[in-house]
């Protein structure tokens, strides 16, 4: 999955053709790390009709003001450089982050 920071969410993720999942993660939060394996495996199997990249929160503290990151994890979903939907929380489960993309797509 791709890392973005502030100086290149822009790019990669509001100039993006296709919509984007934007996986706002720490490395000291653990259900990011659960979640991380079954997102890219997502990745892997939607890769030609949505791009996921990810935020390390713990070093892209002024972009997740921005963006009203407050807790982890934080999955936005982008369609035409606009934030479409948020899930927040340790409760997110795959299903939810799956139900998402069929809609943004």
């Known amino acids: 999955m791709l890392e973005v920071d502030s100086g290149t969410f822009a790019e990669e993720v509001l100039q993006s053709e296709k ?38 929160a713990s070093r892209n503290r002024r972009l997740c003001l921005e963006l009203k990151v407050m807790g982890l994890p934080t999955y936005l979903f982008y369609k035409n450089g606009e934030g479409v939907a948020r899930l927040t929380g340790g409760e997110i489960r795959i299903q939810d982050i799956e139900e998402q993309v069929k809609k943004v797509v």
Request: proline share 11%.
């Open 19 to 56: 919509p984007v999942v934007v996986d706002f993660w720490g490395p000291r939060c653990a259900p990011c790390l659960a979640l991380m394996p079954q997102v890219e495996k997502l990745e892997a199997s939607c890769a030609d009709t949505i791009k996921f990249v990810k935020v390390d």
